[in-house]
C-alpha cells in the first residue's frame, strides 16, 4: 500500500480535451478514419433488451469511449446509469435486485428498495426523496418514482463536432405526472467522447402545469469495490459534517475511511456542508490507495448546494454514496414545515450539472495539474 494517495481533488479532470486523446495520442478525424472502417470499433452506444427474470425487456444503452471507459444508461428506469467500470474494474456497486422492469415498482412504504439496483446514479425526486411520508392529504414512497419512469424522445447522437472530438451524446424526457397533479418534464442528455474517462449529466426540470409545484432532485451516486475498500478514503471539501443516528455519530471521525465488510453493519449518513473552489464547483472523490485508482462526482454547488454521504460497511452491501441535492434530505413534509421545500413557478426551469469519472494514476497526466 502507498503511503500517501497520488490523487488531490486538484488532480480532477475538469474540461473535455478538444482532441481525441487515444492510446497515448492525440488523433484529427481523418487520422482515425483511414485507420478505421467505423469509429465503433474504438467508441460507440450500442442498443440492447435484457431477456430475463424481472430484466425482461428493460433497455439498456451501452456506452464505450476508447479509453477503457464503459458506462451503461436505461432508458426504461429514469435514464439512470445503472453500471460503470474502467479497464474491467467496476466503479460502482450493484445491489442484489438486479435492473428490474419499471413494472414492478413497488410504491408503498421502503418497497422502492426492492428495485434499487443502485449503480453509479440513481435519480431521487422529484415531488418527493428521503423516507415515505405523507404531504398535504398524498402519500409518497421511498425517494419517489422518477427513476421507475421510462423516458421517451430517446435519441442517440454519435459524431464528429470538428475534426477532433468525437462525441456520443444521450437524451430522453421523463414525466412525472398525473391528472389533478403535478407535470413535471425532467429533460436529460448524458455526454462523453472518444478517449474520455468521464460523463456528464445535464438535467432540466420544467413545471409544465399551471400552478407551483414542488420540485427535488438527488443524485444517488453509488461507489463500489474496487473503488470502495478498506485502503480507500474519501477526499472532499467539506467544512461540517452532521451525523444522522447513533451509529453515525459514534463514527464520526472516521467519515472519510472505509473499513473491511462486516455482517449486519448498520448504515451511516452524514450530511456535508462542503465548500466550492473559485468557479462555484465542488469536487469528491473516493480513492483506493493500494490502487491508486478511484472515482469522482463535480456538480455546482449553486444548484446543487447539499450533500449527503451514505456509508454502508455491510456484507453484500458494500457501498458509498456520494449524493448532491437541490435541498436537504428529508421528507416532503418535514422539508414544507421548514420551510424548505423547493417550488418550481409554471413554465419556470431549473438545470443540473454532474460530472462522473475514473481517477487513475496512469491518467492524462497533462491534465493533472
Known sequence: MSSKSTFTRQHLPRIISPMATLYNQEWQKDELRERCGDMKQIASC????????????????????????????????????????????????????????????????????????????????????????????????????????????????????????????????LRQTRVFGPNLLLCRRITTTAGSTFLTVDDTITNEGFVPEPAVILYHCNFGFPVVSEFSRIDAPSQKQSPLGDFATETLNSWNRMETPKAGMAERCYAHQMQADENGMVRAAIINEKLDFGAYIEYRAKELPHFMQWKT??????????????????????????????????????????????LESTLHKSDLL
Open 46 to 173: 450500442t442498443r440492447y433488451r435484457l431477456q430475463d427474470g424481472p430484466e425482461r425487456d428493460v433497455e439498456i444503452l451501452d456506452v464505450r469511449t476508447g479509453s477503457g471507459f464503459r458506462f451503461q444508461i436505461c432508458p426504461s428506469r429514469g435514464m439512470d446509469i445503472p453500471f460503470a467500470e474502467f479497464n474491467g474494474r467496476p466503479i460502482c456497486w450493484q445491489s442484489s435486485t438486479g435492473i428490474t422492469h419499471p413494472a414492478y415498482y413497488e410504491k408503498e412504504g421502503i418497497g422502492w428498495l426492492r428495485g434499487f439496483n443502485a449503480g453509479l446514479l440513481t435519480t431521487c425526486g422529484l415531488s418527493s426523496f428521503g423516507g415515505p411520508n405523507e404531504d398535504e392529504g398524498e402519500s409518497y414512497g421511498l425517494h419517489d418514482r422518477i427513476s421507475h419512469i421510462p423516458a421517451s424522445e430517446v435519441n442517440v447522437e454519435q459524431q464528429w463536432k470538428g475534426e477532433s472530438t468525437f462525441t456520443i451524446s444521450i437524451s430522453g424526457q
Open 313 to 358: 460497511m455491510a456484507c453484500g452491501t458494500y457501498v458509498t454514496g456520494l449524493e448532491p441535492s437541490n435541498a436537504p434530505l428529508k421528507s416532503r413534509d418535514v422539508l414544507r414545515e421548514l420551510g424548505q421545500l423547493p417550488s418550481l413557478e409554471p413554465g419556470e426551469s431549473w438545470n443540473f450539472q454532474v460530472q462522473l469519472g475514473v
